[in-house]
């Protein structure tokens, strides 16, 4: 099988247009479009079903399209394990990290490390736990660090460090003042929560579990900064990471929730394939962010 026809399917079928393939690719659709026939001519099947200038993949499409997803992913791993020969003093670097990561904890490290090696390409993609874990497991990111536990047994994780939660509120919510509060007083309230694939989250749901409680309504929002937004509004409770909430807790335009009990506490991990190979540059930075820890949290 031709490994240049089939990078085109999986593209085709990826964005779902011949146009944008053609785009992504940088050639031409007229050759987007031979080389799918070309394809089915060499397989002797229909891949893609043609309805006008739509289609969709045959069953045997969507066969190809998985296999080719993960030849393609094998591919890369192939170049990036001969690339792992070459030095520092050129290159590319990309970190997976779950949203707060990628935001809070990450930049500091990223200016250090540039600074050390300036001739590296870094680039940061930000997602979900789930979203991060998917991508290491298609080799698209050389370095992930995530805020949730990934239960994948292709994945080995290793804790990174520990990152405490919060509850928040209104600054003038209906709450009783002084002293710790008790789930009971929590109960009657909306809370601002994550999607579901997120390490805040599964803290969240984890939390308000131990809690007994279950929240009467929920508003779910992208990031944990919109939750801390949205309960500086006016509307609702939420559970962040203390460092998204400093700046409106230093402002006065939310309040801090005391429960009780110990502090909140979650872990972020850093994840691997066992048996793919580390780049030099990947290395160097795992070894950065494990020798120093950024006072951002202070």
């Known amino acids: 099988m031709n490994l240049h026809l089939l990078r085109i399917y999986v593209k085709v079928v990826e964005v779902q247009s011949f146009s944008r393939a053609a785009e992504a690719l940088d050639i031409t659709q007229p050759a987007v479009s031979k080389a799918v026939r070309e394809l089915e001519s060499q397989l002797e099947t229909v891949l893609l079903d043609r309805r ?140 601002i929560v994550r999607e579901r694939g997120s390490g805040s989250r599964a803290a969240t749901d984890r939390v308000l579990d131990e809690m007994g409680l279950t929240p009467v309504r929920a508003i779910e929002v992208g990031s944990n900064e919109a939750i801390v937004q949205t309960v500086a509004a006016g509307r609702g409770l939420g559970m962040v990471p203390r460092i998204c909430a400093r700046d409106q807790l230093a402002l006065g335009r939310i309040r801090r929730l005391h429960p009780g009990g110990a502090a909140i506490q979650r872990t972020l991990y850093r994840i691997r394939l066992p048996e793919r190979p580390i780049s030099p540059a990947a290395l160097a930075f795992e070894a950065l962010i494990a020798s120093a820890q950024p006072l951002l949290d202070e």
């Open 52 to 191: 006008g200038k739509t289609f969709k993949p045959s069953e045997s499409g969507r066969a190809l399209y998985e296999y080719g997803r993960s030849i393609l992913a094998l591919e890369r791993e192939a170049t990036e394990t001969i690339r792992a020969f070459s030095s520092l003093e050129r290159g590319r670097l990309s970190i997976g990290a779950s949203t707060t990561i990628a935001t809070y904890w990450l930049p500091p490290f990223l200016v250090d490390f540039h600074a050390r090696h300036p001739q590296v390409e870094l680039q940061v993609i930000s997602g979900n736990t789930r979203q991060i874990a998917d991508l290491l497991l298609e080799c698209r990111v050389d370095v992930a660090l995530v805020e949730g536990d990934v239960d994948d047994a292709r994945l080995n994780r290793r804790i990174w460090r520990r990152d405490e939660m919060v509850i928040i509120a209104p600054r003038d919510a209906a709450l009783p003042t002084g002293g710790a509060l008790r789930p009971a007083d929590l109960a009657d309230h909306t809370w």
